[in-house]
């Protein structure tokens, strides 16, 4: 098997673990391509992405190109004359002057198991439609987005238990594994590829604002599976008293659950030393466990009910606050 020269494209602290892998496999990182620098924490300071952070401390190459058809950074690109360039969660479209230039082509590393979940969000959205698995998969890439010919895929069971965040970290790790798999394969001539099923292609768009806050006429399930769902990152909200209240943990409805209202969906029917019951759609029943005031920690919800005075009766769902 020959060493490559690999420049890879990434920017999230999903890339981490394919990072490591490759820097200590036989093959050649020659350089990182992140996303630009952006401000973040309570100062709103400029900060190094995650694998820009990671590339200071390996002493990589870092290049940051605002613009993907620059030419001084196509030119930086061609003198290279990587023979495989390697993106995981890039979030952006090469053009086809990248897509051509190195001889083994693109790859990229998707988080789920394609063709289901293509686009920006397949690890949140998989886990809010309550899926049973998800998965990695290793592809070349195209112009057409996430639509290349499968290198390499595995499957990754999903518990009713898991948070985006779990299933996020189980992947990262799992998706490093088989992506210096597949570029092993590159390098020996053994790759083989298949073509996506366009029958089973579905979609996971970014998410949205109004995905985060929680619509109560939702089944106590669907309003289950977007909190998990949500959490860590962004997290799913609801209004109270013209405030966001984040909702980070909610129990498990159990199948054939026997609890009931009559009263409109988004009222609090119940008020516990460790949970609250809130009405939800078709006249179910979620319970949760775990919120965050605006502006405040997390806290159990014995602690919230006590500290917000809140009581049976009263509506969490409600206009925020201009």
Request: glycine content about 8%; overall charge neutral.
């Amino acid at each position: 098997m020959r060493s490559l020269k690999i420049i890879f494209m990434g920017s999230p602290i999903f890339s981490l673990p394919s990072l490591d892998l490759l820097y200590l496999s036989s093959h050649r990182l020659e350089a990182l391509v992140t996303q630009p620098d952006k401000p973040g924490g309570r100062g709103r300071k400029i900060r190094l992405v995650p694998a820009g952070q990671w590339a200071q401390k390996h002493q990589v190459e870092l290049v940051q190109p605002l613009n993907m058809k620059d030419q001084n950074y196509l030119a930086w690109l061609n003198d290279k004359r990587p023979d495989l360039i390697v993106t995981v969660a890039f979030g952006r479209i090469l053009p086809p002057e990248i897509l051509h230039l190195p001889a083994l082509g693109c790859i990229n590393l998707h988080a789920s198991y394609l063709p289901a979940y293509r686009g920006a969000a397949p690890i949140h959205r998989a886990v809010i439609d309550g899926a049973e698995h998800s998965g990695v998969s290793v592809i070349e890439l195209t112009r057409e987005l996430d639509a290349g010919d499968i290198i390499m895929q595995e499957k990754e069971p999903l518990s009713p238990y898991d948070t985006a965040g779990m299933l996020h970290d189980r992947l990262a790790v799992r998706g490093a594994s088989l992506l210096l798999k597949a570029v092993n394969a590159l390098a020996d001539g053994t790759a083989e590829r298949t073509p996506q099923d366009p029958e089973q292609v579905s979609y996971a768009p970014s998410l949205s604002p109004e995905d985060e806050r929680l619509d109560w006429t939702l089944s106590p399930l669907e309003l289950y599976n977007r909190v998990r769902g949500l959490n860590p990152w962004p997290g799913a909200y609801t209004i109270f008293r013209g405030r966001r209240i984040k909702v980070w943990l909610a129990a498990k409805p159990e199948e054939g659950q026997t609890v009931s209202t009559a009263q409109p969906p988004g009222t609090v029917i119940y008020v516990g030393d460790d949970s609250l019951a809130v009405a939800a759609g078709k006249g179910g029943v979620l319970k949760i466990l775990e919120l965050q005031p605006e502006g405040k920690r997390k806290m159990d919800a014995g602690s919230f009910c006590c500290g917000y005075r809140l009581e049976a009766g009263q509506r969490l769902d409600g206009e925020p606050l201009p």
